[in-house]
């Protein structure tokens, strides 16, 4: 597994961010096809243009308070 995907992901569940956007950074890094529609959220599509962009910079917009 890649080390930069690795520490990302430990690194958002630790600040708390949204289970959600985490699954859409992960399923947009990977390259996973999107949910089907009535399973997308904001914070999921987020996630997911994040992930597919490899950034790590908006995860904090995401945490949960």
Not at 23 to 39: H, S, V
Not at 46 to 53: I, L, P, T, V
Request: charged share 30%; aromatic share 16%; hydrophobic share 30%.
């Amino acid at each position: 597994m890649n080390q930069f995907y690795y520490d990302a992901v430990t690194k958002m569940e630790q600040a708390g961010v949204a289970d959600e956007y985490i699954q859409g950074w992960q399923c947009g890094f990977l390259q996973n096809p999107k949910r089907e529609d009535q399973r997308l959220t904001e914070a999921y599509e987020a996630g997911y243009a994040d992930g597919e962009e490899k950034n790590v910079d908006n995860f904090a917009d995401w945490v949960q308070d």
